[in-house]
Structures are given as structure tokens and as C-alpha cells.
Nanobody, 123 residues
Framework: QVQLVESGGGLVQAGGSLRLSCLVP????????MAWFRQAPGKEREFVAR????????DYADSVKGRFTITRDHAKSAVYLQMNSLIPDDTAVYSC????????????????WGRGTRVTVSS
């Protein structure tokens, strides 16, 4: 079982930045792909970004390219999502996910999920 613990959400004005953290305590995660998804009110959950833990290969949704950056820290067993130039459409609950898969942006391919952290961007 992989436990994921997110933090870093909050309220920010448009144009601002936030950094989300996802800790994977006490678990070897070299074979995992780590991802962030988000779900806005009244909408389906959507893919945001992912990183292949072992190689560091990243992928982003078109809507966040150039604004968001996903990184990983081996020593801390953590994944981060740096979000810059935030816009109101980024308002959502952001969830960290993990799975033993490659190349997937589908939520159904990720086995492990955190509880989510809320991000609100005011205009």
C-alpha cells in the first residue's frame, strides 16, 4: 500500500503562485509514476502533470504547460507541483496519485491517491 500525503493548497490571487507537495513516506517509489490531477466544482477530474520517478520524464496538460512544473526529490520521497501565473480556472481540488504504469494520463491507471488539497484562485 502506498500512502500519499498532500499539502500546500490555499487561496491566492490571479497571477500568483503556489507549490503543492506530495509525500510518499516510508516507501520505495522508484518504479512509480507520480501525477497530479485536479477536479473543479461540477467538472470531472482531469490530468495536470506527471513524472516518471526513475527517469524524471515529465508530461503536462496543455492548459498548464509553461506555468506548472512537476519535480521530485529522491531524498525526501516527495513530488512537488510548482504553480505559477495562476488563473481562476485553476481553482480545484488537486490530488496526488501514483501508479506502476508509464505514459498514462488517465486517472483509472493510478492505483494510489491522496485526499486532495484545495486551491482557490481569486480574480
Amino acid at each position: 500500500q502506498v500512502q500519499l500525503v498532500e499539502s500546500g493548497g490555499g487561496l491566492v490571487q490571479a497571477g500568483g503562485s503556489l507549490r503543492l507537495s506530495c509525500l510518499v513516506p516510508g516507501r520505495a517509489i522508484s518504479g512509480l509514476t507520480m501525477a497530479w490531477f485536479r477536479q473543479a466544482p461540477g467538472k470531472e477530474r482531469e490530468f495536470v502533470a506527471r513524472v516518471r520517478w526513475s527517469r524524471g520524464i515529465t508530461d503536462y496538460a496543455d492548459s498548464v504547460k509553461g506555468r506548472f512544473t512537476i519535480t521530485r526529490d529522491h531524498a525526501k520521497s516527495a513530488v512537488y507541483l510548482q504553480m505559477n501565473s495562476l488563473i481562476p480556472d485553476d481553482t480545484a481540488v488537486y490530488s496526488c496519485a501514483a501508479g506502476y504504469i508509464e505514459g498514462s494520463t488517465s486517472q483509472y491507471d493510478y492505483e494510489y491517491w491522496g485526499r486532495g488539497t484545495r486551491v482557490t484562485v481569486s480574480s
